[in-house]
């Protein structure tokens, strides 16, 4: 039996920041702390944690760097929010860092690059193999952090997000999983797209394909029963989609 090549990417699930982080802060510590709070993945490294997979994990939280925004300003829709690779505004347009071209330029060349590169090796790797490599992209979501009051309404327990050369037989097989686990999908709402590997953006492979996973933060915090059942069907989705034909 022919077996996909599965790769979960987690990056938003840390919070923690290196000390030069704070010497930029202009603001009382609890702003920033409250904000960290709110916007990061919380838990989706354990719920994605199965160890039968290869996994690419950022080990800092995405208010000190954020490896899914574009490195240049102009391709970043966020950047003009003052939340692009490096934030210094939170999601309510409250300027809480002072950040200096050299500042941002470090973090780029230090950080960013080299998770992309690392990010690119090991999908690069799995892609010699000729077989096909699925990427998923594991997020969270909460009503609280979203910035447009257009995309608070009905919100789902899961948002399935793709490109516009997504595999439809893919994201209908996902979306029917859910379902069945007893979840209600939307796809690309309230966000969209999918994380690409930056090697893979202009040279494009057909044997890659990738999807996000936007998990809503109310079907599982605080609540070890409906986490372990979240938890539950992730993992069948997983072993599902090793052979998966796509």
């Known amino acids: 039996m022919k077996k996909n090549n599965l790769i979960l990417h987690i990056p938003h699930s840390s919070k923690k920041l290196p000390q030069k982080f704070w010497e930029n ?22 719920l994605f944690g199965s160890n039968l997979y290869k996994k690419v994990v950022f080990p800092y939280s995405r208010v000190f760097c954020d490896v899914e ?21 939170t999601n309510k347009g409250e300027q809480f ?5 050299e500042y ?4 780029i060349n230090t950080i960013y ?11 690069n790797i799995m892609l010699k193999g000729k077989q096909k490599v699925i990427m998923v992209d594991c997020h969270s979501f909460s ?12 919100l789902p327990d899961i948002c399935l997000g793709y490109n516009s050369d997504y595999n439809k037989a893919l994201i209908e097989k996902v979306k029917a999983h859910f379902e069945k686990c007893g979840y209600n999908v939307e796809e690309n709402y309230p966000y969209d797209g999918a ?8 040279n494009k492979n057909n044997n890659f394909t ?12 605080n609540n070890k029963s409906n986490f372990e059942k979240l938890k539950k069907c992730i993992n069948s989705l997983l072993k599902e989609l090793k052979t998966f034909d796509i």
Request: aromatic content about 10%.
């Open 69 to 89: 925004k574009f490195e240049k300003e102009s391709a970043e829709p966020m950047s003009k929010f003052g939340m692009g690779v490096v934030y210094f505004k």
């Open 97 to 101: 860092a002072q950040i200096s071209l």
């Open 25 to 46: 802060v202009i603001v009382e510590k609890n702003v920033v702390v409250d904000f960290i709070n709110a916007i990061t993945d919380i838990d989706t490294d354990k």
């Open 104 to 107: 941002k330029n470090n973090i």
């Open 113 to 123: 690059k080299p998770y992309h590169k690392k990010l690119d090796e090991k999908v």
């Open 210 to 221: 990738s999807f996000m996973l936007e998990i809503n933060k109310s079907i599982y915090e």
């Open 195 to 202: 994380m690409i590997p930056n090697s893979l953006i202009k």
């Open 143 to 154: 009503r609280d952090i979203i910035m447009f009051d257009d995309k608070k309404i009905n």
